[in-house]
């Protein structure tokens, strides 16, 4: 009886979501729909400026909420309303000048007693102290007033990781920004291998290791096709060497490749080369075909045929990150991000 109880509670509750979000989708494209953002704003006149924002604020998170957008474009959306439309111009216009002004003519008169003139500055290398504490101060002030924005408008999550967790505060912002504003398909594969970096990193950290290797192995395919790319020439006599013609690929364009064409291309290439120990030889054009391998094993026939065990663990995992080191160390432009507590 429970267990079909529990049943029902899960039918419920998937037809109870997607009533919610057929009602939030019609709800955004009545708010699409009006006259929201037909009027031009006058940057000088901040109480239409405010408004403005409030309004893309209210249409953003009718987004979200309708399953539009990711949080990241909503937090990226919600620093653009809160942090460039009304934050900055308050400054820009004298808001919070009677905080800071204090401050800056401070700053000017150490200015001039250093024998600054008005067209000079320092580097912060080479400010004095007295300077420096001026202008953590300056900016302390600038953080306050930004945090009591978000809270103002309605954000105080947003504040909330701007005071206790910037590094995530960044993260969002920054794959918010290149998921709305990305366009170059170049930039955009590059902004999902980090992507696909981040998430094997989260689904590691909650020992999700299967998830994470298969990210990962979707990060280095992501990687060598940027690479090929990038290097059409290189390509061009690599493809050649190994009679790959125009026809036995149906394709130029290195997206369209399978993960084991890839893999061959850049071995050729001599981008995956061989590397050697006092004790060992190591073939990254094996490594990178055995993160192929995991990958591919997400198809449930090429999981039961190719392995024996259903599951993945944990130093079965660290093989697979120190082999996206070990690749991504000598591609054409090596990874810096990706760090593991395992």
Same mark, same amino acid.
């Given at each position: ?53 409030? #309004? ?5 998170? *009718? ?19 809160? #942090? ?11 808001? /919070? ?10 700053? &000017?008169?150490?200015?001039? &007693? ?22 953590? &101060? !300056? ?22 990781? !701007? ?13 918010? !920004? ?12 590059? *902004?999902?291998?980090?992507? !696909? ?10 020992? *999700? ?96 045929? &190719? ?13 697979? /990150? ?21």
């Amino acid at each position: 009886m429970e267990n079909k109880n529990e049943e029902e509670s899960k039918l419920l509750d998937a037809i109870e979501h997607f009533e919610d979000r057929a009602h939030k989708t019609i709800e955004l494209e009545k708010l699409l729909e009006s006259d929201t953002f037909r009027s031009k704003v006058d940057i000088r006149d901040m109480k239409s400026v405010e408004k403005r924002a409030k #309004e893309f604020l209210l249409v953003a998170k *009718a987004r979200y909420d309708s399953g539009n957008i990711s949080e990241h474009e909503l937090a990226f959306y919600t620093c653009c309303a809160i #942090e460039n439309q009304v934050h900055e111009l308050r400054w820009s216009n004298g808001f /919070y000048d009677e905080e800071l002004q204090p401050i800056s003519d401070a700053m &000017k008169n150490v200015e001039r &007693k250093y024998g600054l003139k008005d067209d000079e500055f320092w580097h912060l290398s080479d400010a004095p102290d007295e300077y420096l504490q001026l202008a953590a &101060k !300056y900016d302390a002030v600038l953080e306050n007033k930004l945090l009591e924005t978000f809270e103002e408008f309605d954000a105080p999550e947003m504040a909330r990781l !701007y005071r206790e967790d910037p590094n995530k505060f960044k993260e969002l912002h920054s794959i918010g !920004y290149s998921s709305v504003f990305t366009k170059d398909d170049n930039a955009r594969l590059l *902004a999902l291998a980090h992507i !696909y970096e981040l998430e094997a990193i989260n689904a590691s950290k909650g020992e *999700a290791y299967f998830a994470a290797s298969v990210m990962l192995g979707s990060a280095i395919e992501t990687r060598l096709i940027i690479t090929c790319i990038n290097n059409k020439s290189t390509v061009k006599d690599a493809l050649q060497r190994l009679g790959l013609s125009n026809k036995k690929l149906k394709s130029k364009n290195p997206l369209t490749w399978k993960l084991e064409t890839l893999i061959d291309v850049c071995f050729e290439a001599g981008w995956l080369p061989k590397f050697e120990t006092e004790r060992f030889v190591y073939s990254r054009h094996a490594m990178a075909n055995f993160l192929r391998s995991i990958r591919n094993n997400v198809h449930p026939a090429v999981k039961l045929k &190719k392995q024996a065990g259903l599951s993945f663990g944990k130093e079965q995992y660290k093989d697979v /990150y120190h082999i996206h080191q070990l690749l991504t160390s000598k591609l054409n432009w090596p990874n810096k991000l990706l760090k593991s507590d395992s």
